[in-house]
C-alpha cells in the first residue's frame, strides 16, 4: 500500500519502522498475550474445532482422483494422540530422510545425531541425494513464492520418497518420509490441506507433475501422515533411553517448542498423558523427561525464538534482540537452565548464533542450544565432536558437558588426531554408505554392482 505515505510502500520492515511510542503500561498491554497460559485445555477451548482433514483424503482416493501413500505395517508404525485424541501413525522404520537446507549448511551434527541414533537402533532408512528444498522460507521470508509450487515441491519431494526404492529393486512406497526440518512440516502439512480442500490447486499442480513424470497412474499421490522426525524420537524415547550411558539428572533443561512444528495446523500434533499431564505438545519434552534432566518451566516458552523469516532477513536485529531478551535472558534467570533443547532448524540456529551479538549490548548470556536429537545421541555415547559437531555450534556447549561428567578437552583431542588423520589421506568414517545416496541419474549405479 502507498496510498498516503508519499509513494513510500510501507511494509513494517526497513527504514520506515516507526517508534508507537507505547509507554511500559501500554507495552505490557501490548504484549501480555505471549505470557498468558497457552496450553491444551485453551486450545480446545480458545480455538474453532476443525475437521479431519485425512477424511477428505479418503474420499479423493475412493472417488479415484489421488493415491495415498499409506504408512503399512511394515513401517512399523506406533499410534501417538494429537490435540483432539485423534489417532496419527508414525513410522518407525523403513524411513526416507527428507533433509533439511538449514540444518545440512549450518548445524550438521543435527542430521549426523539422528542417522547415528538410527544407526545405533538398526532402523532401514534412505539418505539419497533426489531431494529439493521445500522453499518455505523463500514463500513466507520474501513472498516471492506461491502456493502452486510449494504444493508441486512438496508431492515432487514426496513422490521421490515412494518410487527410490526402485533403485534397489523394492517395491514402490517401501520407504515413508521423515521430514527433519520443521518448517517444512508445517508447510507441508498446510499446503497438503490446501490441497484436499482445492479441486482448482489439484489440477494446476498436476498439470505440473505431469510434465516432471511425478504422478502415480495419473494421479497426485498424497502422504497419509506428514511426519517430523520429533515425533519419531518422541514414539522410540524408550529405546534410546536403553542406550543411555550419561547421566543427566542434574540437568535443568528448557525447552523452546517451534511454531512451525506446533502453532500451523495444530490438531496433527502429539499430545502424551506421560508429559506435562498431557497439556502441552509432548515433542522434545517427552525424551529429554524420560533421558532424566529436570525439564524446567519459564514464562516465555510460548514465545517465537525470534527468527519470523522476515524478521531474520529484513530486521535482523529484532531477530536477534527477540532471541536474547524474550528466550536466552528468560532461560537463564528465571529457569537457571544448563541447556535449552528445540527441534527446528531455524530455532536452534537463531537461538544458538545470535547470543555473540549481545555483548555489544552488555548482555552476555551464554546457553547451550542443541536439538533434542543432538541431547539425546549425546547422552547415549555419541562422540561430541565427530557426531554432535558441537565445534558448529556458535555458543559453547563445553559447560554443559563438564556438567555432564563428558572429558570434552579429551575428545576434541581425539578429534583433531581424527581430522589429521583425514588430511594425511587416511580412510574416512562415514554413518551411511555414501554409494546409496544416488538413486537415479547418470552417476547411478546399483550397490551390488559397485565393488568394494
Known amino acids: 500500500m502507498t496510498s498516503g505515505t508519499g509513494g513510500e510502500r510501507f511494509t513494517g520492515h526497513g527504514s520506515e519502522w516507526r517508534d508507537a511510542n507505547l509507554s511500559p503500561a501500554e507495552a505490557e498491554v501490548a504484549t501480555s498475550w505471549v505470557e498468558a497460559r497457552i496450553n491444551k485445555r485453551a486450545m480446545l477451548t480458545t480455538k474453532q474445532r476443525v475437521d479431519d482433514v485425512r477424511d477428505v483424503m479418503w474420499q479423493l482416493e475412493k472417488e479415484g482422483e489421488i493415491v495415498v501413500h499409506r504408512v ?11 490435540l483432539y485424541g485423534w489417532d496419527k501413525k508414525i513410522p518407525t522404520d523403513r524411513l526416507w530422510h527428507h533433509k533439511s537446507c538449514g540444518q545440512c549448511g549450518n548445524i550438521p551434527g543435527y542430521p549426523a545425531s539422528l542417522l547415528w541414533t538410527m544407526n545405533e537402533l538398526g532402523i532401514e532408512y534412505l539418505d539419497e541425494t533426489d531431494q529439493t528444498s521445500c522453499t518455505a522460507w523463500n514463500y513466507h521470508g520474501s513472498g516471492i513464492g506461491n502456493l502452486e509450487s510449494l504444493a508441486a515441491v512438496f508431492l515432487r519431494n514426496f513422490h521421490q520418497a515412494y518410487v527410490a526404492s526402485r533403485a534397489e529393486g523394492k517395491p514402490d512406497g517401501y520407504y515413508y518420509p521423515l521430514v527433519h526440518c520443521g518448517t517444512s512440516f508445517g508447510n507441508y502439512k498446510e ?44 514414539m522410540m524415547r524408550k529405546r534410546i533411553v536403553e542406550r543411555q550411558v550419561v547421566d543427566a539428572s542434574m540437568i535443568r533443561a528448557t525447552i523452546h517448542p517451534a511454531c512451525h512444528v506446533y502453532k500451523m495446523v495444530p490438531q496433527d500434533v502429539i499430545y502424551d498423558d506421560e508429559v506435562l499431564e498431557g497439556d502441552r505438545v509432548a515433542v522434545s519434552t517427552g525424551i529429554v523427561q524420560d533421558l532424566g534432566a529436570q525439564v524446567i518451566d519459564y514464562s516465555t516458552w510460548y514465545d517465537c525464538c525470534g527468527f519470523g523469516f522476515r524478521h531474520i532477513i529484513s530486521e535482523r536485529e529484532f531477530t536477534r534482540s527477540f532471541a536474547i531478551d524474550r528466550k536466552i535472558k528468560v532461560a537463564i534467570e528465571e529457569a537457571h537452565s544448563d541447556v535449552m533443547i528445540g527441534h527446528d532448524t531455524g530455532c536452534i540456529t537463531t537461538l544458538d548464533k545470535n547470543q555473540w551479538i549481545g555483548k555489544a549490548e552488555g548482555k552476555d548470556y551464554q546457553l547451550p542450544i542443541l536439538a533434542d536429537i543432538q541431547f539425546s545421541a549425546l547422552l547415549c555415547g555419541a562422540h561430541p565432536y565427530k557426531i554432535i559437531q558441537s565445534h558448529w555450534h556458535a555458543s559453547a556447549i563445553e559447560t554443559l558437558m563438564e556438567k555432564l561428567g563428558i572429558d570434552w578437552r579429551a575428545k576434541k583431542a581425539e578429534f583433531e588426531q581424527y581430522l589429521e588423520h583425514i588430511q594425511a589421506g587416511g580412510p574416512t568414517e562415514t554413518l551411511y554408505d555414501p554409494r546409496r545416496m544416488i538413486t537415479g541419474g547418470p552417476g547411478f549405479r546399483p550397490v551390488a554392482q559397485i565393488g568394494g
Request: charged share 25%; aromatic share 6%; glycine share 8%.
Open 191 to 234: 499446503v497438503r490441506g490446501y490441497l484436499l480442500q482445492s479441486a482448482n490447486l489439484r489440477e494446476k499442480v498436476k498439470a505440473i507433475l505431469g510434465k516432471l513424470g511425478r504422478l502415480v497412474d495419473g494421479k497426485l499421490l498424497i502422504p497419509e501422515e506428514v511426519v517430523h522426525y520429533s515425533e519419531w524420537v518422541h
Open 72 to 82: 503399512n505395517d511394515e513401517h512399523q508404525p506406533m499410534i501417538a494422540k494429537t
